[in-house]
């Protein structure tokens, strides 16, 4: 069993507003991590997101950014796995890998497309994936609200 999944929508605003209102963390601050964002997304760097419904800062390790086209990240799978160190150990830690691409339709829409893959192929991965593309969904809808009205989805939906 191969844990993946990919979700897309388009969003009526120019390819380079979008991909700023992911890689900049006061944009995306206001619309997904209700938290708050720290670091902006750039090739190397290690940013933190914290989320309302999972208390605590998560990082966020940026592996590529291709501006206005690509976003690459890694983060740990969080499906319950103990950290044991660098070790590969069965039920340790590990990583799943998150590719966002952005794709411009004319002069005022864009595609975004999220990705992600990397669980174990037990039921713990299947349900934190299935927490993921949930997740990833929320993250696109609040983005295409936030851009398109100015509208915050997730202001008081977890707290």
Not at 35 to 61: C, H, M, Q, S
Not at 67 to 72: C, M, Q
Not at 124 to 146: F, H, I
Request: contains cysteine; negative net charge; charged residues 25%.
């Amino acid at each position: 069993m191969d844990l993946r999944f990919k979700i897309a929508g388009r969003i009526s605003r120019p390819v380079h507003e979008v991909f700023e209102a992911v890689v900049d963390p006061d944009q995306l601050s206001h619309y997904f991590t209700t938290g708050g964002a720290k670091g902006r997304l750039t090739t190397g760097a290690t940013v933190t997101w914290d989320f309302a419904d999972f208390p605590g800062a998560f990082p966020v390790e940026v592996v590529e950014v291709e501006p206005d086209r690509r976003i690459v990240l890694r983060w740990e799978a969080a499906d319950g796995a103990a950290s044991t160190g660098d070790a590969p150990v069965t039920g340790a830690a590990y990583s799943t890998t998150v590719t966002m691409e952005f794709e411009p339709l004319g002069d005022d829409r864009t595609l975004v497309t999220i990705a992600e893959e990397g669980w174990r192929a037990t039921p713990e991965g299947q349900r934190a994936s299935y927490g993921n593309c949930e997740g990833w969904t929320s993250m696109l809808c609040s983005l295409k609200a936030w851009l398109e009205h100015g509208i915050n989805l997730r202001a008081g939906f977890y707290a």
